[in-house]
């Protein structure tokens, strides 16, 4: 099971950035998928999920309006728009898949992007 994650750099405020989850050795229809942060100093912070079926999504009340999650279920790949990047943002970024259904229990995490918004 792999999660990796790209995409996070330097970026100056009001910049965006897309980051990029590739997931492979799992069956990945099963599973939720979620980008989680982690600022210096504070705990990991869910951001944003989209579900297996149908592609509900949910954000953090601090990024909605400006992130956007998405999957792409040929690729097995979730993204992460981010747009009016603040300071922040700040963060490490995390990739999640939570599995579902049969697959329920089964949690898989990436190993992180740096995202950086600063002048």
């Known amino acids: 099971v792999q999660l990796v994650e790209s995409g996070g750099g330097l970026v100056q405020p009001g910049g965006s950035l897309r980051l990029s989850c590739a997931a492979s050795?799992?069956?990945?229809?099963?599973?939720?998928m979620s980008w989680y942060r982690q600022a210096p100093g504070k705990e990991r912070e869910l951001v944003a999920t989209?579900?297996?079926?149908?592609?509900?999504?949910n954000y953090a009340d601090s990024v909605k309006g400006r992130f956007t999650i998405s999957r792409d279920k040929v690729k097995k790949m979730v993204y992460l728009q981010m747009n009016s990047l603040k300071p922040e943002d700040t963060a490490v970024y995390y990739c999640?898949?939570?599995?579902?259904?049969?697959?329920?229990?089964?949690?898989?995490w990436g190993q992180g992007t740096q995202v950086t918004v600063s002048s």
């Open positions: 989209i579900r297996s079926a149908g592609g509900s999504t």
């Open positions: 999640l898949a939570e599995g579902v259904g049969v697959a329920r229990g089964n949690n898989f």
């Open positions: 050795g799992f069956t990945f229809s099963s599973y939720a």
